[in-house]
């Protein structure tokens, strides 16, 4: 058989820098079944007092994902040009939070300008510097102005977008895609993450934070700059927790369905938790003794360099060990490794549903199925 054509293999880069993971073209949009009505969407706009939010995020009704992270932490430059603008009352672009069933809200844009706002104010973390115009302030902390200044920062109004509890969260997550367009985009990961509520992220979180994931994947993945760790995890859990049949040619709303799921203690409960640690644990420990520092990245027969890691092999073959230590199997390693090689090397089909239009469901199953008959020795 001759080989399948191989193609170039994409690194993603963040400010220059190589990330260790395979740019991803998952073709998506042909499936995903948007746009949406416009009446679903459902924003009210409201003005808020600097005081009135700080007190909401200092009594957690308004939450500012605080596990979030871009390595972009604003300097202090930047943070007292902040302050100086409010204390000259210069307006704010518009805020918008995301308001649960509970009533309870999320920032989604504006995290970073009321993160240094609240450090100031609330927690006296910095004193001013580097000012412009009030170079009589420099080196005071929030509580060492005068009472004017402290009114004046207090009553800065804010204009507030709120969407509404009722917006279907594929609006939500379309919506945070359209408002943050400054600096470098937010991935889908990074958004999904300030959409959910802190029992998904605690649990992505413990789960690529452990040994034998970062073993296998490699210490380029711990607290990934771009949430790539998070990511993978819940492809796995996923594919667990939802299978493989209710995917629907569109791997993004499928990811937002499972981190429902796993915020849903009615759903998914501790013990059920649990069990999918387990599982992922299991998962990667066997990924590793069959596949080594080539697990989950590309490795056809004439090639032995460590290529970045792919997505959708990820998920693929995580799945496939967790399947084959929960029936038992006693797996051949040598076997496998040289079965997965000759699929990246001869099987063009295959190289196709791991390289393009990855998001496809003939694509999905395809590479889902080749791994499983692998590891099971179908």
Request: charged fraction near 30%; include cysteine.
């Amino acid at each position: 058989m001759a080989d399948a054509p191989q193609r170039e293999v994409l690194e993603e880069h963040f400010q220059n820098m190589p990330l260790d993971v395979e740019a991803e073209t998952d073709g998506e949009d042909e499936e995903r079944g948007l746009p949406w009505e416009p009446d679903a969407i459902r924003v009210s706009s409201r003005n808020f007092s600097l005081r009135n939010v700080l007190d909401m995020i200092e009594e957690k009704e308004l939450e500012l994902a605080p596990d979030f992270q871009r390595n972009q932490v604003w300097k202090l430059p930047q943070k007292c040009g902040l302050i100086e603008s409010i204390l000259l009352q210069i307006p704010l672009p518009a805020f918008y939070f995301a308001r649960d069933k509970d009533g309870t809200m999320k920032v989604i844009d504006g995290l970073q300008r009321l993160s240094t706002a609240f450090d100031f104010a609330r927690r006296n973390a910095y004193a001013l510097g580097h000012l412009e115009y009030l170079t009589a302030e420099e080196g005071k902390h929030f509580d060492e102005l005068s009472p004017v200044w402290r009114r004046r920062f207090n009553q800065t109004q804010l204009v507030v977008h709120v969407i509404d509890p009722q917006t279907p969260s594929q609006v939500k997550y379309d919506i945070f895609k359209r408002i943050n367009t400054g600096g470098t985009p937010l991935n889908a990961q990074e958004i999904r993450h300030c959409l959910t509520s802190d029992r998904c992220r605690d649990f992505l979180k413990r789960c690529a934070s452990t040994r034998t994931f970062l073993s296998t994947v490699g210490e380029n993945f711990r607290d990934h700059v771009r949430m790539v760790d998070r990511e993978l995890v819940l492809r796995f859990c996923a594919f667990r927790l939802l299978g493989p049949d209710a995917y629907r040619g569109a791997m993004d709303p499928y990811l937002d369905e499972a981190a429902a799921w796993i915020d849903d203690p009615g759903r998914t409960t501790s013990e059920d938790l649990d069990r999918l640690a387990a599982d992922f644990k299991r998962a990667m420990t066997g990924a590793y003794a069959v596949f080594g520092e080539h697990a989950f990245r590309k490795w056809p027969i004439d090639k032995d360099r460590l290529f970045p890691l792919n997505r959708p092999l990820f998920e693929s073959w995580a799945v496939a060990f967790a399947e084959a230590d929960q029936a038992g199997i006693a797996i051949d390693a040598q076997r496998v490794v040289d079965g997965a090689r000759a699929l990246m090397t001869d099987d063009q089909e295959y190289v196709d549903a791991i390289s393009t239009s990855t998001g496809s469901t003939a694509k999905v199953k395809y590479r889902l199925a080749k791994a499983k008959a692998l590891v099971m020795g179908e």
